[in-house]
């Protein structure tokens, strides 16, 4: 089955660096587009980074972008965010997210996210 697991999040001061990963298994991953959401509480879900299947177009939130950068390993199978200059309004729930055809058709995968939090 699809899984996707996310790592990397914690606890970082303003104006530190973290950098997040997601592994994944159960579908072609390098036919496919990644995208990187977060979730902080009380607001929307925000897609924050995306990138092409070949690594080529990677995206970016306006409210990230010059900040956080994100790239892709096909051969592990495995996404980045590498975020920079952190604020306290990137504090969130960082998720991954894929929508993949299996087996099964096509849908939505989801990791179950990593917690980042900046204060000081």
């Known amino acids: 089955q699809v899984q996707l697991v996310e790592s990397g999040g914690g606890l970082v001061q303003p104006g530190g660096s973290l950098r997040l990963s997601c592994e994944t298994s159960g579908f072609s991953f390098g036919s496919y587009a990644m995208y990187w959401y977060r979730q902080a509480p009380n607001k929307a879900r925000e897609m924050v980074a995306s990138?092409?299947?070949?690594?080529?177009?990677?995206a970016y939130a306006d409210s990230v972008r010059g900040r956080f950068l994100t790239a892709r390993d096909n051969a592990k199978s495995t996404v980045f965010l590498e975020m920079n200059n952190l604020n306290e309004d990137d504090t969130a729930r960082y998720l991954c997210n894929v929508f993949a055809f299996t087996s099964s058709g096509g849908q939505d995968y989801w990791g179950q996210g990593t917690q980042v939090t900046v204060s000081s």
């Open positions: 990138i092409s299947s070949d690594g080529g177009r990677p």
